[in-house]
Nanobody
Framework: QVQLVESGGGLVQAGGSLRLSCAAS????????MGWARQTPGKEREAVAA????????YYADSVKGRFTISRDNAKNTVYLQMNSLKPEDTAVYYC????????????????WGQGTQVTVSS
């Protein structure tokens, strides 16, 4: 089993930045695809970004392209989401997820999920 713990969420003004971290434990996730999704009350969970085990493949939702950057440090068993130029519509609970196939599975179908971290962007 893989346990995922997100951190780095908080309150920020529009135009600001936050960096989310997701630390994995239980087993190494070096060979896993890692991703981020977000959800607001009353809405379906939305895939935000994903990165393959090697970092060679990256996916971004259109809504965050050019503003968010996903990266990973396999030595630290950690994945990051750098969020710049934040907008009020980015307000959500952000979830980290892991998928053991390495790449190719839609983020929302990943095997393992964290508990989420709240990001609030004020206007």
């Amino acid at each position: 089993q893989v346990q995922l713990v997100e951190s780095g969420g908080g309150l920020v003004q529009a135009g600001g930045s936050l960096r989310l971290s997701c630390a994995a434990s239980g087993r190494t996730v070096s060979w896993y695809a890692m991703g981020w999704a977000r959800q607001t009350p009353g809405k379906e969970r939305e895939a935000v970004a994903a990165i393959s085990w090697s970092g060679a493949n990256i996916y971004y939702a259109d809504s965050v392209k050019g503003r968010f950057t996903i990266s990973r440090d396999n030595a630290k068993n950690t994945v990051y989401l750098q969020m710049n130029s934040l907008k009020p519509e980015d307000t959500a609970v952000y979830y980290c997820a892991a998928e053991k196939t390495g790449w190719g599975t839609p983020v929302l179908e990943y095997d393992f999920w964290g508990q989420g971290t709240q990001v609030t962007v004020s206007s």
